[in-house]
């Protein structure tokens, strides 16, 4: 991402992360950053539809490390495939390397989106109360779970509006080539993969961690080097 559009995102989240800042401020702080980040990926798509070396496909390897390390992995993913990337979960000892596939500028979009989102669920697991006579690692695998999938949901509405306003139809045509190449690249390196089967959790977090999706910002500060991704507490 250029700096000049970080540096805007950046100053953007800052603000909607200020103590003093009202829900209503921040809520608009994070649509803008929102909005910012969506349009750089159309804007990247479009480029390189005129010159493909500008934004090659490629991949790269993001460690997913315990605690909560599967949920974690589920945020990944849920980040991921809004921004047109495609990620692969492989075991890696009690943790995940994810092998994420995609454009340079979305791979970049998600690490950048990922690694603050990891600190905002952070900040919401040590806020959230378990209930009396729950399990807390069920509790929160759930509220992690809840958290994800609003996530991924706003990424989704932000992509779509932002490709409406680019150009609509023949930029939709653009996008969908885009995920195709990165589907095609994906399964040459993994011919044979599986899906994954859905998974049961019990605890009850689901809502509160849903609640906290929807106030997340949807931005970040920075990418830090691989290994150095915050963690969720115990």
Do not use: N
Request: hydrophobic letters at 45%.
């Amino acid at each position: 991402m250029s700096e000049a559009m970080l540096s805007k995102v950046r100053k953007l989240l800052a603000q909607a992360e200020d103590p003093a800042c009202t829900p209503a401020e921040a809520a608009a702080f994070t649509a803008k950053a929102t909005e910012l980040i969506a349009r750089y990926g159309v804007d990247r798509a479009l480029l390189a539809a005129r010159d493909p070396a500008t934004d090659p496909v490629g991949d790269r390897v993001v460690e997913v490390v315990a605690p909560y390390a599967r949920d974690k992995a589920g945020l990944l993913a849920a980040v991921a495939e809004p921004l047109r990337c495609r990620c692969v979960r492989r075991r890696q000892g009690s943790g995940f390397a994810m092998h994420l596939f995609g454009f340079a500028s979305d791979l970049e979009r998600v690490d950048l989106l990922f690694t603050s989102l990891l600190v905002q669920a952070a900040h919401g697991l040590a806020a959230a109360v378990v209930p009396a006579g729950e399990h807390p690692a069920a509790y929160r695998r759930s509220w992690l779970a809840g958290f994800a999938q609003v996530v991924g949901g706003r990424l989704r509405a932000a992509e779509e509006v932002a490709a409406t306003e680019a150009g609509g139809r023949s930029v939709a045509l653009v996008l969908a080539d885009r995920s195709d190449r990165v589907q095609r690249r994906l399964a040459e390196v993994y011919p044979r993969l599986r899906t994954a089967p859905p998974r049961r959790l019990a605890g009850s977090g689901f809502g509160s961690g849903a609640a906290a999706g929807r106030r997340a910002d949807l931005g970040g500060r920075g990418v830090p080097a691989p290994g150095g991704r915050p963690g969720l507490g115990r």
